[in-house]
């Protein structure tokens, strides 16, 4: 006697199904925490945000909000990924196309204002929960290992942009002999070092700790903010104005 299969084969596809739903579902629901999680800290801060008031205003269970962050500081670092990149894609931005299309720019200094104007437009985006990060890691030693991270994260976008820009565009650097007088110019050093001290230059002058001063203290604008950095980077490598 012949036993068909398609009965078995229909509740194997009806799981896959269900599980798939589910999956979507809790996607969802994530999603959900964290642009409620983006929304609260920007309007309150850290400290007057609750995991209750982000269960409150994504619509969901108080258990749903802890599993999408474990505690509060991990909730606010989701909640900074997120707008520092401007959408829930789970991909870095090292390797997001604004990164790899430096490339394409065949002159350095258009590449360094096109990539600072890149930089300053994630950090104003996000700078409310960038300041929410430092607030927290004042209080919470957790938070401030954490911010750490992030720091040295941040850096490793910087050097993935270092690693697409035209550096033997550079002009060459001062050579000081032993007697503190400059001799000839040198390009000096690998590409692989020179990489790594653009990488760090950039990354110390664009940081949010220089933005947050413009902004806060000397009321800057987002504009204002992206002008400079487009005017200040290329000038940190010895690129002359064109």
Not at 207 to 230: F, K, M, N, Y
Request: hydrophobic letters at 45%; charged letters at 25%.
């Amino acid at each position: 006697m012949i036993v068909s299969s398609a009965p078995a084969t229909k509740r194997a596809y009806d799981a896959a199904a269900r599980q798939a739903r589910a999956e979507q579902e809790r996607a969802a629901t994530r999603r959900r925490v964290v642009q409620a999680a983006v929304d609260l800290f920007t309007e309150r801060g850290y400290v007057a945000t609750t995991m209750a008031d982000v269960a409150e205003r994504a619509g969901v269970a108080l258990q749903s909000v802890y599993k999408a962050g474990s505690s509060k500081f991990d909730l606010l670092h989701l909640a900074a990924d997120v707008a520092v990149a401007g959408d829930h894609d789970q991909v870095l931005l090292k390797d997001r196309p604004d990164i790899a299309g430096l490339a394409d720019e065949p002159d350095l200094r258009r590449q360094v204002e096109a990539f600072a104007r890149f930089a300053s437009a994630t950090v104003n985006r996000a700078l409310p929960l960038l300041i929410a990060e430092r607030e927290a890691a004042a209080v919470e030693p957790r938070a401030a290992e954490r911010l750490h991270a992030v720091q040295l994260r941040r850096l490793d976008t910087f050097k993935a942009a270092a690693a697409n820009l035209h550096l033997d565009q550079l002009p060459p650097r001062p050579k000081t002999s032993k007697g503190g007088t400059h001799s000839k110019g040198s390009k000096g050093g690998s590409r692989g070092t020179k990489a790594a001290d653009v990488a760090r230059t950039l990354w110390a002058i664009a940081s949010p700790e220089v933005c947050i001063l413009q902004r806060r203290t000397l009321g800057w604008s987002a504009r204002q903010h992206a002008d400079w950095l487009a005017a200040v980077l290329p000038r940190a490598l010895g690129l002359d104005a064109g």
